[in-house]
């Protein structure tokens, strides 16, 4: 079954805020989200390699990976603020081509019962220009294709 994200920028906001329903269990998604090995299955638009430099999932902790493809590579990194098995991820994130642009980003997984779960995120960017340069630049067509993936990965699981 494919379900569909659902991401809105609220008008006079800083925020991206979206929603994407998924047909696994709470714990499974979350798992997805936590272990790099599988993270690099699923993260990111079709057609990219994935690369992950560092990975530490726990409060306080940080990461780093890239994306690469024929047209070059792009990094990112953050800190995981908050993680709350199986609840709750607040973390940074900050693309290298747009340094010191930080967003903030909150994500809740819910149980919606019989094995499917929830995915609701809010970014906060740093200003307005940051968060309309992310929507513009194809990132909901990203989030589609990954979330794609990652409904394979979840049935594989």
Avoid at 84 to 107: H, K, W
Avoid at 135 to 153: A, F, H, P, Q, V
Wanted: glycine letters at 10%; one cysteine or more; charged letters at 25%.
């Amino acid at each position: 079954m494919t379900n569909a994200l659902a991401l809105v920028a609220p008008v006079d906001t800083l925020a991206m805020e979206f929603t994407r329903d998924f047909d696994a269990p709470v714990a499974v998604l979350f798992r997805a989200h936590a272990e790099p090995e599988l993270v690099k299955r699923w993260l990111g638009p079709h057609g990219l390699e994935m690369a992950i430099t560092e990975w530490e999932f726990r409060s306080h902790g940080g990461y780093r990976y890239s994306h690469a493809d024929e047209h070059g590579e792009y990094a990112f990194n953050g800190t995981f603020h908050t993680v709350r098995e199986n609840e709750f991820i607040l973390q940074t994130f900050e693309f290298d081509g747009a340094p010191d642009m930080v967003n903030i980003e909150y994500l809740w997984f819910e149980d919606l019962g019989g094995g499917r779960s929830r995915l609701r995120g809010r970014s906060i960017c740093p200003n307005v220009e940051a968060r309309d340069a992310l929507l513009s630049s194809g990132m909901e067509g990203g989030m589609t294709e990954g979330y794609e993936k990652l409904d394979r990965l979840l049935a594989d699981l």
